[in-house]
């Protein structure tokens, strides 16, 4: 079972609003990341993390949160956003070994800020 | 930092008939190289990948190959049946790095 689950899955906002986004697997997966899709774009990356630790920070702003309170896990606080923020919101997992790893994404929270 | 190059950018094709993407990386470090399909509304589901240890991997009408010393690997589609229409990713990583360097993605068209 490859699966990632992710709820909402779609969120409206206003941009005084303070709302989270659900992210979980099963599948024993260590590393957790969270990725913002444009349309027509590929996804870029936004946070890792790595045995529930934050390993990378793409620069992105303080209004968004992460947060993994344990391994299968992962959240992503949304505080104050503005509407270039509305977006696609994917999270994907993978193991963690010496070898490189595949990333399963899941299906996406679509984000609409007002 | 990795830059992976994605060609074409739109792909129309009448059903049966083969689809080729090829995506060139920038990073002769880079060894792991997956290919992710993404529906209208979707997630991105990872199809196929490869690693540079091997040239080519099939998987019933999907295949990748990969020339490391030119440094592009390609995505090649048989007999293509309108469930294939989406838009396709080809992404590049170095072993013991979380990043997927992505291309800009490709939109298949299947005619039937």
């Known amino acids: 079972d490859t699966e990632v689950t992710q709820t909402p899955k779609h969120l409206v906002m206003g941009m005084t609003n303070k709302k989270s986004l659900k992210c979980e697997q099963h599948?024993?997966?260590?590393?957790m990341y969270w990725y913002k899709q444009k349309a027509k774009k590929p996804p870029e990356l936004m946070f890792v993390?790595?045995?529930?630790?934050?390993?990378i920070n793409e620069s992105v702003p303080s209004r968004f949160s992460p947060e993994c309170p344990n391994s299968s896990l992962l959240n992503l606080h949304l505080h104050a956003l503005q509407p270039e923020d509305s977006a696609l919101y994917l999270c994907a997992s993978s193991q963690i070994a010496g070898q490189v790893y595949e990333q399963y994404f899941g299906p996406g929270t679509r984000l609409t800020v007002t | 930092g990795e830059n992976v190059e994605q060609h074409p950018s739109t792909l129309s094709v009448q059903e049966g008939d083969s689809a080729v993407i090829k995506c060139t990386y920038s990073d002769s470090a880079s060894n792991y190289f997956p290919w992710y399909k993404q529906e209208l509304g979707k997630g991105p589901q990872l199809i196929i990948d490869i690693r540079s240890n091997v040239g080519e991997k099939k998987d019933q009408r999907i295949a990748v190959t990969l020339n490391k010393t030119a440094k592009h690997f390609s995505l090649h589609i048989t007999e293509t049946q309108p469930e294939d229409s989406a838009v396709y990713f080809c992404a590049a990583s170095i072993q013991g790095n979380n990043r997927l360097a992505f291309g800009k993605g490709n939109q298949v068209v299947v005619i039937p």
């Open positions: 993390y790595s045995y529930e630790k934050l390993s």
């Open positions: 599948m024993g997966h260590r590393a």
